[in-house]
């Protein structure tokens, strides 16, 4: 295929039709029976190289990302900067009958933490401040997520990964990524329970234990998370095997904002700083503006604040690694700029930037920052003509850069490496259950940077990733320009 291929582009004696029916080929060995592909190459001068099913439709997984990553560069002024906007504060505010209430206010900020080993960006740096103001007693603590409507899961989100890591609910006052460490241990004997740890009491609620420890060489059943939204309840189920080493999950916390507010309440206590009632949350509902919210804090004074990182970082951080919360909520932060910061107002900003980019409506369609979403859909030719638009802005460089590279770091940290695209890819992944992506730029044997936007759906679901196919093809295409 390779000396084909080069004899079809060194004398450029065959059509661009001609070129993708190899490439086709290439993609459709068997394996792979019934997956669907598309493949759109460009040059940088907006000539099509290869042309597989263009125009179809697909679920782009987190290639939805490079349109929420643009939208915030085409957005916002200068991102290098820190952002004191999107810090996270502390408010007294004053009871009548009472010490006064503090409140934790949350303003979209995803880097929030409360590690140990935490040094920018801490939760304990705001319990310092309130604790320097002299407190010994206060109300409660009110953790508020009010600057975004309450709307913790996009449409289109699969209730199975709303346990998950990748689908951890969106709030206006993250913590840890609203992420929970479990390690899990056997029991003293078969039949016998597990044991759940965590940091934090704060952020597990209820655990429901349903792993029993077994004996033998026989595979334990695979251990499972489920949760049915707002039931406060986490269920574990499966099985580990007796005398095995302790096993690690990430699971989503249910109600975030009250989390942060809780773990608040511990780190006051711990400076002495006592609070009479429980910690308590406060949403806006999705038809409200938050002028209620800002009313019940017309009278609260701010007595601390952290300055959050540059959403420069965020952007490489979410595009790097696949965040879908930092992505989601940088949508929104997007739709703070003109509008109310709902995930409606973020896609409008999104939806006039492609106005902007001149493709058609009919070739996309977004309902969420991230790519979890199984609305989304995109063709092939409208995302290569939209990366090949944002190399012609001026942050277009900055853009790139926030793309994982192939063999070198992110996403894309294994694949690629060894071969003639290591460092010479910059891409961003998109994996959903039956779906892979690859869209981004490489740089060719002969020194062309290339566009390209390549989607494989409908994979059966007992067949393999298609990464290597795409991996294999956009190779071929670099080994031969």
Sequence with gaps: MKALLTLLCVLAVASCSSFSSLVQARLEQPGLEGTRWGLVVLTMDGRELVSVNPDQRFLPASNTKLFTAAAAFFTMDDMSRPDPARGTSVLLSPRADGPPDIVLRGAGDPMLSDAPDCVRDCLQELADMVSANGLKRIGRVIADASLLPHEPWPPGWSQDDLVTRSGAPVSALSLNSNELRLTIRPGPGPGHPASIDWAGDEAAGVIRNDILTRAGDEEPMDIRAERTPGSGELRLYGEIRLGSLPIERIVAVDEPALVAGRRFERLLAERGVAAELPAVQRLRPFSDTGEDARNAGLRAVEIGRLVAPPLAENVTFLMKESQNLHSELLLRRIGLVSGDGSREAGLSVVAAMLSEVGV??????????????????????????????????????????????????????????????????????????????????????????????????????????????????????????
């Design 360 to 481: 058609p409506r009919w070739a996309w369609d977004l309902s969420d920052g991230s790519g979890m979403s199984v609305y989304n859909r995109l063709t092939p030719r409208m995302t290569a003509q939209f990366l090949l638009w944002t190399a012609n802005q001026s942050w277009g460089e900055a853009f790139r850069t926030a793309l994982p590279v192939g063999g070198v770091d992110g996403t894309l940290q294994r694949r690629f490496a060894g071969t003639p695209l290591a460092g010479r890819i910059f891409a961003k992944t998109g994996t959903l259950r039956g779906t892979n992506g690859l869209s981004g730029f490489m740089l060719t044997r002969g020194g062309e940077m290339l566009v390209f936007s390549a989607f494989a759906n409908e994979r059966p679901s007992n067949a393999p990733s298609a990464t290597a196919r795409i991996d294999a093809a956009l190779l071929a295409i670099a080994e031969n320009r």
